[in-house]
């Protein structure tokens, strides 16, 4: 899923602020100036998506003297 921000704002006014794709707190980084913007943060739900890590896949190559025993 690609990284996405949506602004929803009621005929209230209310504004709810949702993050889709992020990992961990990425999503507070990507929030953080539009909240700043519209002012005071009334509350805050973290999805599943926050509780998750970034999962990086590291490859290790072992590198030998290229002979046998002799």
Same mark, same amino acid.
Request: proline residues 1%.
């Given at each position: 899923?690609?990284?996405?921000?949506?602004?929803?704002?009621?005929?209230? =006014? +209310?504004? !709810?602020?949702? #993050?889709? =794709?992020?990992? =961990?707190? =990425?999503?507070? #980084?990507?929030?953080?100036?539009?909240?700043? #913007? !519209? &002012?005071? *943060?009334? $509350?805050?739900?973290? *999805?599943? +998506?926050?509780?998750?890590? $970034?999962?990086? %896949? %590291?490859? %290790?190559? *072992?590198? @030998? +003297? @290229? &002979? &046998?025993?002799?």
């Amino acid at each position: 899923m690609s990284r996405q921000i949506r602004v929803r704002v009621s005929p209230t =006014g +209310d504004v !709810l602020i949702e #993050a889709y =794709g992020f990992k =961990g707190s =990425g999503c507070e #980084a990507a929030t953080k100036a539009i909240e700043e #913007a !519209l &002012g005071t *943060k009334v $509350s805050c739900r973290r *999805k599943s +998506d926050y509780w998750s890590q $970034s999962v990086s %896949q %590291q490859n %290790q190559q *072992k590198v @030998g +003297d @290229g &002979g &046998g025993e002799s």
